[in-house]
C-alpha cells in the first residue's frame, strides 16, 4: 500500500507492529494460498503454529488467540485439513473479546523505502530470531524453532527460491544444533550468510544495505581481530547481544492497534 504513511522508528529496535503484521501475512495470506494441508504440510503448519502458541512473547490477546488455534488444531485427527477450516477457526477466535490478531499490515522497523523491498521477508526472519531467543530461555528441543522454520520455509514461504536456498543450508548444518544457544546463533550466522549472497542485488534496499549483522556501532564487542588480521566474531558477546537484543522485554509497542 503505498499510501501507507512513513512511521519513524529505531533502527537498533524490535518492533511488535512488524510481529504482529508478519503473523497476519502468514496465517491470512501466505498460508491462505494452500487450499488443503495434508501430509508433510499438516505436520508443518502444526509444528508451526505449535511453535507459536509456545514462544510467541506477544500481547495477551494475541498469545490466547495462538494457544487457542493451537489447541483445535492438535486436535484435529484427520489426515487432512482444509484452508477454509483453519480460517474459520481463526477469524471465529478472532473475534472474541479476549483474542485477535490484528486484520492488516503495519510495517515499522521492516519499512522499505518502496513498497516492494523489505515488509514481510524481514518480519519472518525477525519472527523467528524472537522465537529462539524465547526457546533458549523457555524450550528443551534445541531444534524445535528452527526445524518449524525450516518446514514452514520449505513448505509454504511464498519466495521459492528464498525457500530453496535456505533448505539447502538446513539439511547441510542444522544436524549440529545441539544445545538452544546454538540454534540463536545458527540462525543468526545463517541470516548472515544470506546477507552476504544478497549484499548488492536487486533486492536490497538501498536505504538498508545488507551487512554483516551486528555492526560495530550496534555492538563492537561482538566484533574482533585475530592475530592474522582478519575480522572474527567474539560469539559469547553476539550470543549475548542477540539475546537482548530479541527478548521479549526490549520488543517496542509503538503504532499497535
Ligand atoms: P532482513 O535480511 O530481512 O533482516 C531483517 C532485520 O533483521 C534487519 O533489518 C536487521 O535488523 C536484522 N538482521 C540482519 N541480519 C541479521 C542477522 N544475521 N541476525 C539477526 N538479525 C539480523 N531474498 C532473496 O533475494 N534471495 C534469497 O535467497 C532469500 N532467502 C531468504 C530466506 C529466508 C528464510 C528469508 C526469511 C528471507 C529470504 N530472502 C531472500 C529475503 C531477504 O533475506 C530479506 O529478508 C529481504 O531482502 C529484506 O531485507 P531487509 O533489509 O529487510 O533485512
Known amino acids: ?23 497476519h501475512y502468514s496465517l491470512r495470506v501466505e498460508l491462505g494460498a494452500q487450499s488443503v494441508f495434508q501430509g508433510r504440510a499438516l505436520t508443518s503448519l502444526k509444528a508451526y503454529i505449535s511453535v507459536l502458541a509456545k514462544y510467541f512473547p506477544g500481547r495477551p490477546i494475541v498469545t490466547n ?28 477466535d478472532a473475534q ?5 490478531l490484528p486484520d492488516g499490515v503495519r510495517w515499522v522497523g521492516c519499512q522499505g523505502s518502496q513498497p516492494h523491498f523489505r515488509r514481510y521477508p524481514c518480519g519472518v526472519w525477525t519472527l523467528f530470531h524472537v522465537l529462539t531467543v524465547q526457546a533458549n530461555s523457555k524450550g528443551s528441543d534445541p531444534q524445535e524453532v528452527l ?44 541470516h548472515n550468510v544470506v546477507n552476504n549472497r544478497l549484499a548488492g542485488a536487486l533486492s536490497e534496499d538501498p536505504q538498508f544495505p545488507k551487512i554483516q549483522w551486528p555492526p560495530p556501532d550496534m ?8 592475530d592474522n588480521g582478519e575480522h572474527t566474531w567474539n560469539l559469547t558477546e553476539v550470543l549475548k547481544f542477540l539475546l537482548t537484543y530479541f527478548s521479549s522485554d526490549r520488543i517496542l509497542t509503538d503504532y499497535l492497534e
Open 1 to 23: 500500500n503505498t499510501e501507507d504513511p512513513w512511521r519513524p522508528f529505531d533502527k537498533f529496535r524490535v518492533y511488535m507492529a512488524d510481529l504482529e503484521s508478519t503473523l
Open 147 to 190: 526445524r518449524a522454520m525450516r518446514s514452514y520455509v520449505h513448505n509454504f514461504f511464498g519466495c521459492r527460491e528464498c525457500a530453496g536456498h535456505f533448505e539447502n543450508m538446513a539439511a547441510e548444518t542444522l544436524e549440529q544444533v545441539t544445545s538452544l544457544p546454538t540454534a540463536v546463533l545458527w540462525l543468526w550466522s545463517r
Open 65 to 92: 488467540l495462538l494457544k487457542d488455534l493451537n489447541s483445535w488444531l492438535q486436535k484435529q485427527t484427520g489426515d487432512r485439513i482444509s484452508y477454509e477450516a483453519f480460517k474459520e477457526k481463526l477469524e471465529n
Open 219 to 226: 555492538c563492537s564487542a561482538c566484533h574482533a581481530v585475530k
Open 96 to 100: 472474541s473479546p479476549n483474542s485477535t
